[in-house]
């Protein structure tokens, strides 16, 4: 049975950081790729980074502009999002996803990962 956990997250003042974590069991990280996502009060969800496994390629979105990280390791089989400068707008519930034969065509759009942790609550206070 394959499972995502999403930890990490928590309320931070604007300018803040915080690194989000997503361990997998029942799943190894070692192909197509690994995103998260995240979804605001009233908004869609929306692409903020993935990794593709093999090469270690990292997408992001474009609001990130250099503010997030994403990064993985594969002994622990976890997945971390480092977010710096956070603002209010960031406030949302993160996912992680896996995509175990995801392409890099695909690496934004959420209905290509098959996978999903229950997300983590991220609030930034302005």
């Known amino acids: 049975q394959v499972q995502l956990v999403e930890s990490g997250g928590g309320l931070v003042q604007a300018g803040g950081s915080l690194r989000l974590s997503c361990a997998a069991s029942?799943?190894?990280?070692?192909?197509?790729?690994v995103g998260w996502f995240r979804q605001a009060p009233g908004k869609e969800r929306e692409f903020v980074a993935a990794i593709k496994w093999n090469g270690g390629v990292r997408y992001y979105g474009d609001f990130v502009k250099g503010r997030f990280i994403i990064s993985g390791d594969k002994v622990k089989n976890t997945v971390y999002l480092q977010m710096n400068s956070l603002k209010a707008e960031d406030t949302a519930v993160y996912y992680c996803a896996g995509g175990p034969r995801l392409i890099v065509s695909s690496i934004g759009q959420q209905d290509k990962y098959p996978y999903w942790g229950q997300g983590t609550q991220v609030t930034v206070s302005s």
């Open positions: 029942g799943l190894t990280f070692n192909s197509g790729a």
